[in-house]
């Protein structure tokens, strides 16, 4: 599975059909790197952090893929998101190649358009 297909997996575009599930919870958790997993020990938890911290991603409109940058192991992958209530955001997401070969993610940031990082 390439690093896009990853993210694009665990960045909430399986989440958002069935965003109850906890299969879901469950998958989108699989993708969260190793020092997030630290802080949120359980997918319920996370996915509750997920909900309320990051709304545009949880639920949107939609999700479109914009430029990504790799070196070092690290990754840096602009998303371009439309929330629920048609309102546009920017998602700088960094993922983290593991030793095992899978990618991570690391963390996120949410930017309204031409809001500085």
Do not use: N
Not at 52 to 59: G, H, K, L
């Amino acid at each position: 599975m390439s690093w896009r297909r990853s993210f694009q997996t665990a960045s909430g575009i399986t989440i958002e059909d069935s965003s109850s599930s906890s299969r879901c919870a469950a998958a989108a958790y699989s993708y969260a790197a190793p020092a997030i997993r630290d802080v949120f020990p359980q997918a319920d938890i996370f996915m509750d952090m997920v909900r309320r911290s990051y709304a545009p991603v949880y639920r949107h409109k939609s999700f479109e893929f914009g430029e990504a940058r790799a070196s070092g192991g690290k990754i840096a992958q602009r998303v371009h998101i439309i929330d629920a209530d048609g309102i546009p955001w920017e998602a700088l997401y960094t993922l983290e190649l593991e030793p095992d070969g899978s990618v991570k993610i690391s963390g996120c940031v949410l930017l309204r358009p031409g809001q500085a990082v």
